[in-house]
């Protein structure tokens, strides 16, 4: 167990709708970190959080969005869903931003469009 | 941008023999971290093995074990005595300090091990 807690972790919804995915990170960890996994594409960087900063942006839709709030959560909101978006959505998290840093991945939330 | 390249999609090793998952990786950064990550059919995402670039010395983790070469910007696994547990998807990831420290994945080795 990693420690990063994600939720949920299946998630079945349709066209057009929109979905909240939510992480915990671990305990002392400021920094959380949103990556996509689909099959065609690899594990992609969406976008980094630190202490409620946003910190670094990968390719993040603009139909997506995310924040982190003051108990250290993050959730990341995914609107106008699209059959491409359906993928597997992790969250990590690290004590700080630095890269030396190990990245500790939750179990993943599995997103499916319909 | 850099780039991390698993040119091994899939690879099998029998049980208790040893296999390497290749990675070579693009960049003109002198300092950078790489990173070992293993996804069994959980889909849960384990760090296996961390390596900092300005150390010489090959990381090791009990059975698990870097080549890293440097000059060849390559970074192989290498997996002794081989379990039944080891079998998982390998990816390779860059961390760049620099670049907002973000952090690269390979598209992964699937490592099948046979009893």
């Known amino acids: 167990d990693s420690g990063v807690t994600q939720t949920p972790k299946h998630l079945i919804t349709a066209t057009g709708q929109r979905v909240t995915l939510r992480c915990s990170p671990r305990?002392?960890?400021?920094?959380v970190y949103w990556y996509q996994q689909s099959l065609d594409q690899g594990l992609q960087f969406l976008i980094q959080?630190?202490?409620?900063?946003?910190?670094a942006k990968g390719n993040i839709l603009e139909r997506f969005s995310a924040q982190q709030f003051p108990d250290l959560h993050s959730e990341l909101n995914l609107s106008s869903l699209e059959l491409g978006d359906s993928a597997l959505y992790f969250c990590a998290s690290s004590v700080d931003p630095a890269a030396k840093n190990i990245q500790y991945f939750g179990a993943g939330t599995r997103l499916s469009v319909l | 941008a850099q780039t991390v390249t698993q040119s091994q999609p899939e690879m099998s090793v029998q049980e208790a023999e040893t296999v390497t998952l290749s990675c070579t990786y693009d960049?003109?950064?002198?300092?950078?971290?790489l990173f070992w990550y293993k996804q069994p059919p959980s889909r849960q995402m384990i760090l296996v093995i961390r390596?900092?670039?300005?150390?010489?010395q090959n990381a090791t983790e009990n059975r698990f074990s870097v080549n890293f070469q440097k000059a060849a910007k390559s970074f192989s696994l290498k997996i002794s005595d081989s379990q039944l547990g080891d079998a998982a998807m390998y990816f390779c990831a860059y961390r760049s300090p620099y670049n907002n420290n973000d952090m690269r994945f390979g598209a992964g080795t699937r490592l099948t091990v046979k009893p």
């Open positions: 960049t003109s950064e002198s300092d950078y971290y």
């Open positions: 390596q900092e670039a300005y150390k010489q």
């Open positions: 305990s002392g960890d400021l920094s």
């Open positions: 959080y630190y202490n409620g900063e946003e910190r």
